[in-house]
C-alpha cells in the first residue's frame, strides 16, 4: 500500500524563525507534490518536483526531493504570519497521476 | 480561463437521505478526479475518469457512492443512502490528458446529521 507521511503534524513557530517540513513516502515516484490549503478554501499548488534533487524555491518556501532516500523537504525561512496554513505533499498513485496524499502538516505562525 | 466549478458549495442531509454533486472541469480537460478530505485529513482519491472512462475506482464504496461522467465533460458523484461518516469536503481536480498538473475545484462539504 503506498503511504505518505509528514511530519510535524502540527507546527507553531515564530515570525522570523526558520523550519523545514518533511515528508516521506513509499513508493518509486519521481514526482512529489506540495500544496497549501487555508480554512475552509481548496488546495493551491505550490510545487512540482520531477527529479532526483530537484529544488524549488518561490518566497520563503524551498521544496526539495531526494527519490532515492523517498523524501522530499519543505523549508520555511522567516516565517511570517501568512504563511500559516496547511501544506500537504502528494505522490502520485502507480495506476497514473492520480494523488496520494499524506495527512498535511497545520503551520501556525505567531508574533 | 474559468477554473474548476462545483455545486452545491454545501450541503447538510440526514443520514439515511441521498445527495449529488456536480462538478464542471476546465475545458478541454480530458481527466477528472474526485476526491474526499475528512476534517484534519488529506485528500483521497474516490473516483478518476478519462474522458467518460473509469480509471480507478478502486477506493469508491460502491456500495453507496456511484459516479458518472456523461460525454466527457461534467460529471456527477452520488450518495445513496449516506451515513455521519460521509461528512467531509468532495473536491473535484482535472487535467489534461496525459498531464501530471491537476487544478481544484472549491469543494463541497458534506454534513450528514
Known amino acids: 500500500e503506498l503511504k505518505v507521511e509528514q511530519n510535524p503534524l502540527f507546527l507553531s513557530m515564530q515570525e522570523g524563525k526558520n523550519y523545514t517540513i518533511y515528508c516521506n513516502y513509499s513508493t518509486t515516484s519521481d514526482r512529489l507534490y506540495w500544496y497549501r490549503q487555508d480554512p475552509g478554501k481548496s488546495l493551491e499548488s505550490l510545487f512540482v518536483l520531477l527529479s532526483n534533487g530537484a529544488v524549488k524555491q518561490e518566497g520563503r518556501l524551498m521544496a526539495s526531493l531526494d527519490t532515492k532516500a523517498r523524501l522530499s523537504t519543505l523549508h520555511i525561512t522567516a516565517a511570517v504570519h501568512d504563511l500559516s496554513a496547511t501544506y500537504f505533499c502528494a505522490v502520485d498513485k502507480p495506476s497514473g497521476y492520480a494523488l496520494n496524499f499524506g495527512k498535511g502538516t497545520s503551520l501556525l505562525v505567531t508574533p | 480561463e474559468a477554473g474548476v466549478a462545483q455545486s452545491p458549495r454545501y450541503k447538510i442531509i440526514e443520514k439515511r437521505q441521498s445527495v449529488a454533486f456536480w462538478c464542471n472541469p476546465i475545458?478541454?480537460?480530458?481527466?477528472l478526479y474526485w476526491y474526499q478530505q475528512i476534517l484534519g485529513q488529506g485528500p483521497k482519491l474516490l473516483i478518476q475518469f478519462q474522458n467518460n472512462g473509469v480509471v480507478d475506482d478502486s477506493q469508491l464504496p460502491k456500495d453507496r457512492f456511484s459516479a458518472e461522467r456523461l460525454k466527457g465533460v461534467d460529471s456527477t458523484l452520488k450518495i445513496q443512502p449516506a451515513k455521519l461518516e460521509d461528512s467531509a469536503v468532495y473536491l473535484c481536480?482535472?487535467?489534461?490528458?496525459?498531464?501530471?498538473?491537476?487544478?481544484f475545484g472549491p469543494g463541497t462539504r458534506l454534513t450528514v446529521t
Open positions: 475545458s478541454g480537460h480530458a481527466t
Open positions: 481536480a482535472s487535467s489534461l490528458q496525459g498531464d501530471y498538473e491537476q487544478y
